[in-house]
Structure formats: structure tokens, C-alpha cells
């Protein structure tokens, strides 16, 4: 039998290469998923309650509340962590209303960045919302719209579609953060912090009185258990 | 030089890359970059950075063993295989390349320097395929 020429094995080696590495471009979601990958919009039910929420506290960076609180509670969270979701969605709203608005405490929220890529994203997305005093309704409605963990759906689609239902922050600072967040300061300082404080889990709460933290542990996840730990700290404090 | 040592020396090239990728990758670390700029952190924790959940760094390590495994075979298809394993690593470096420039708008020395060898292995390996029957080991290259 004839040989087949080499010229044509090359040939039929580079069209099966070229189907694998289509195939390969198509999984990964291809050069366009900017675009392409964008998650459906909610509906703004969502994002009203968030800036109903937070109207009228002063924001500062990561600080919500009265800078003249005489304590303050440091949430330690990430973005990617459902439990954090949990809190963010059932308790929190209870915290800020009853403690927050009322001057009893400030807040500061802490994101760390290590459950995976989405995190890493995510911790950046957040510093850029932080530098325009946006923190807290970026995260409540990131939460609200929270993914899968670790299956990349922190793209850029998605800081767009959560920061853009933000009012009065930049969606495109937002999404140049995520795909650049070892450049915020931020993003190391909570890991640092975190750290520091030997906080190993998420969400993580402490209480600042006069520079002395007292870890807040809280029975149970609802409302009621967190004012219980809060008021017990602030009680022995 | 003949093409199969050039393939082994290229294939652990490679290996030696793409394995410092995957242990920067697992380990959380940023790679080293000369000349700072943040390009290869930008490139990491872009979302091209997996495919289907697999670290792109992985699958280049994956691919480089594979094309330095394919010289254990006899010439003919260890060469047919060596190709084709090229030939694919170099169309999804060529694309990654493009990625980087146009959606993640940085560069990462790490990947441009696996492009390259990728680049030359296809090359290499094409050369391979298409050298005459029982030419053998008696092939040369010129060296670099």
C-alpha cells in the first residue's frame, strides 16, 4: 500500500489541533465573554432595600456609622462565603438598624480574599466600591447575587451587573479593581488584619472598645443571637 | 542537535515553566515577574486563567509531559503525537497571547516564554513528521 505523503499527515495533524483548541476557546467561554457571559440582570427590588438600609449613615472607606461611636464591630468576611451571605441577607439589616443607625456602634467590614480566585476578584471589586464610600450596598447586593463557589462567576459581567444597580458608583473602576485587586491596598490589609488577629474563619466578628477586641460568638444565626453576643460584649466591656 | 533531543530539551523547557506556574498557582504565591508591573498577578487571577476549572498552568504541564512521554514511542507515531499535542498547545498559546493583549490588557512573561517554546516544539515537531522515512536520528538542527 502506498504511503500517505508526510505533507498530508501534518495537514490532517493541524486540522484536529485547530478542532481541539475551538473546542478548548468554546469551554472557557470564549475571547468575547466579556459580553457574552453577562448574568441577567435582577430586578432593582433588590438594590432599593440595600440603599434604603445604609441611607444616611455616614460611610468612610470600610467604616459605616458614627466615627464617634464609642465601640465598633469589625466584621471579618468574603465575598464567595455563603454563610457571610447568610449574615449579610437575615442579620445584618437588624445590626445596622438597631446599633449602627443608632450610634451605639460603627462598623467595619473586612474582606478577606481566600477561598479562591472569585474571592481574590471579588476582595478587589470591593476596595474600589470602599475608595468611593460604597462598601456596604456593593456587598449587600454582591450577596444578594452571590454564585456558586469558586466557579468563576465573579467575571466582569458580573462586577458590572452588581455595581452598576449601586447608585453613584463607577461600575467600570469596579471592574478594573477585580481584574487587578493585588493593586488595592486593601485587599492585603484585610488579609494582614485577619492575620493579625488570628482569625481563621468567615465571617469572623470582634469588638473594638478604647483599641481592645473582644471576639464576638454569636449562639446562632439569627438576629436575636447576634444582638445576644453584641450585647454581652459591650456589657463586659 | 537532532530533532528528538531538541524536543526533550524543549519538552522539559516547558515542564520547568509550566511546573513553577502550577506551584505558584496552588500555593496562592504571585509569580515572579521581572520588571514588576503586575502583569503575571493580572493574567492569574483573570477568569482565563482555568479552563473548565482546570488551571491553564496544568494543562500546559499536562502537555509538555505528554510530548516529552511521546519520545518513548517508536518514531513514526511518537512524532505523529508529539505534533498534534503541539500543534494544540501552540493555537491555544497563540489565543491566550491574544487574550492577554486584548481582554486582560497585560502581559505575563511566564506565559510569553511557554508560547515560545511552545512555538518552537510545534515547530520542531512538524520537522519531524515531515523529515523522510529511516532519516532517523541522523537529522540535525542548527542550535540557537
Known amino acids: 500500500m502506498q504511503r500517505r505523503p508526510a505533507i498530508v499527515n501534518v495537514a490532517i495533524l493541524a486540522v484536529l489541533a485547530a478542532a481541539v483548541v475551538f473546542a478548548a476557546i468554546l469551554i472557557s467561554g470564549g475571547g468575547d465573554g466579556d459580553e457574552t457571559t453577562a448574568t441577567p440582570t435582577p430586578g432593582a427590588a433588590a438594590a432599593q432595600e440595600a440603599e434604603k438600609l445604609y441611607a444616611g449613615i455616614p460611610q468612610n472607606g470600610i467604616r459605616l456609622g458614627d466615627p464617634d461611636a464609642p465601640a465598633t464591630l469589625i466584621e471579618i468576611a468574603d465575598l464567595q462565603c455563603p454563610f457571610c451571605a447568610q449574615y449579610s441577607n437575615e442579620a445584618m439589616p437588624s445590626v445596622i438598624e438597631d446599633y449602627v443607625r443608632t450610634g451605639k456602634l460603627a462598623y467595619e467590614l473586612r474582606f478577606r480574599s481566600f477561598l479562591g480566585r472569585d474571592s481574590v476578584r471579588a476582595a478587589g471589586a470591593a476596595a474600589a466600591a470602599a475608595d468611593e464610600n460604597k462598601l456596604y450596598e456593593f456587598a449587600d447586593v454582591f450577596y444578594r447575587n452571590q454564585g456558586p463557589e469558586n466557579s468563576d462567576y465573579a467575571d466582569d459581567a458580573f462586577m458590572r451587573m452588581v455595581a452598576s444597580q449601586v447608585p453613584g458608583l463607577d461600575a467600570e473602576k469596579v471592574v478594573a479593581a477585580a481584574d487587578d485587586p493585588l493593586s488595592q491596598p486593601a485587599v492585603r490589609d484585610a488579609e494582614e488584619f485577619a492575620r493579625g488577629i488570628a482569625s481563621t474563619s468567615t465571617p469572623d466578628f470582634f469588638l473594638r472598645v478604647k483599641g481592645r477586641l473582644t471576639k464576638i460568638e454569636p449562639e446562632g444565626t439569627a438576629p436575636a443571637d447576634y444582638a445576644k453576643a453584641i450585647d454581652a460584649a459591650l456589657a463586659a466591656a | 542537535m537532532t530533532l528528538r533531543r531538541a524536543t526533550a530539551v524543549l519538552a522539559l523547557a516547558g515542564i520547568a515553566i509550566a511546573g513553577y506556574l502550577t506551584w505558584v498557582h496552588y500555593n496562592g504565591l ?109 537529522v540535525s538542527v542548527a542550535s540557537p
Open chain 2, 30 to 138: 504571585e509569580p515572579v515577574c521581572v520588571g514588576g508591573g503586575g502583569g503575571c498577578e493580572k493574567v492569574q487571577a483573570s477568569r482565563w486563567a482555568e479552563l473548565g476549572g482546570v488551571p491553564v498552568a496544568v494543562l500546559g504541564l499536562a502537555g509538555y509531559v505528554a510530548i516529552l512521554a511521546s519520545l518513548a514511542l517508536p518514531e513514526e507515531i511518537g512524532a505523529a503525537a508529539a505534533a498534534f499535542l503541539s500543534l494544540v498547545g501552540f493555537g491555544f498559546s497563540a489565543w491566550l497571547t491574544y487574550v492577554e493583549v486584548e481582554k486582560i490588557e497585560a502581559i505575563c512573561q511566564w506565559c510569553v516564554a511557554s508560547a515560545v517554546v511552545m512555538t518552537a516544539l510545534a515547530l520542531v515537531s512538524v520537522a519531524r513528521v515531515l523529515r523522510p522515512p529511516g532519516a532517523g536520528r541522523g
